[in-house]
């Protein structure tokens, strides 16, 4: 396994289910990141974590929960969604700040699609 | 507001030709600006940066340009390839900041003609 791996790929749940999103990263990073991506709009920062730590929150409903168990994983857990939460999750991971350029590594996403 | 702007949804070249790919951006703590390319079905991959003390910088056939003054940047690739054809977004953030806290743009989607 190398970079960053999310799972599963593409997901279909109901708006009274609960799911979770796993992501796993392989590159000694200390910050990891949710996204999501809806149609014909920019990536949308949801969570950070550095150090397993969350450091920020952009305003997201309480019905997207993280979790952070180490440095290497992070999940994103969803219970009672809406329909227009149907989108791509994304997750990356990057070394933390004050390591010079650096860019963000990210998943090959998950495709949820809430009916 | 959208602090960083991609006003072309979409760019169609042909082969061996250049692709140029605008950003503007509006937050002036913007210093550090990147480009990532996007595949369907892959997450986004980093392509080329620069940071706000440089107005060039070249890497193989990519070429990123920016100008402060106008809060604008460009992509240039030469030549373009079919294989370059993806969604390429630009992103851009304060320099001492977590990498993945970029502000991203909408993207714009290449398309490279055999």
């Known amino acids: 396994e190398t970079g960053v791996t999310q799972t599963p790929r593409h997901l279909v749940m109901g708006m009274t289910n609960k799911k979770s999103l796993k992501c796993e990263q392989h590159l000694g990073h200390n910050a990891m990141y949710w996204y999501k991506q809806s149609a014909k709009k920019p990536l949308e920062l949801m969570f950070v974590y550095n150090f397993k730590e969350q450091t920020e929150n952009n305003s997201v409903p309480s019905r997207f929960s993280p979790e952070c168990p180490n440095s290497s994983h992070l999940f994103l857990h969803l219970h009672t969604l809406q329909p227009e939460d149907s989108a791509l999750y994304l997750c990356a991971s990057s070394p933390i700040v004050g390591t010079g350029n650096t860019e963000a590594f990210f998943g090959q996403g998950t495709r949820l699609t809430v009916v | 507001d959208q602090q960083v702007k991609q006003n072309s949804p979409s760019l169609s070249v042909q082969e061996g030709r250049i692709s140029i790919l605008n950003c503007d951006y509006t937050n002036s703590m913007f210093d550090y600006f990147l480009w990532y390319k996007k595949y369907p079905a892959e997450g986004p991959t980093f392509l080329i940066s620069?940071?706000?003390?440089?107005d060039k910088n070249e890497d193989g056939r990519f070429t990123v340009f920016l100008n402060k003054s106008a809060k604008h940047l460009s992509l240039h690739i030469v030549p373009s390839q079919p294989g370059d054809s993806a969604v390429y977004f630009c992103a851009a953030r304060p320099y001492n900041t977590n990498a993945g806290k970029s502000t991203f743009g909408d993207g714009t989607t290449l398309t490279v003609k055999p």
């Open positions: 620069i940071s706000s003390i440089k």
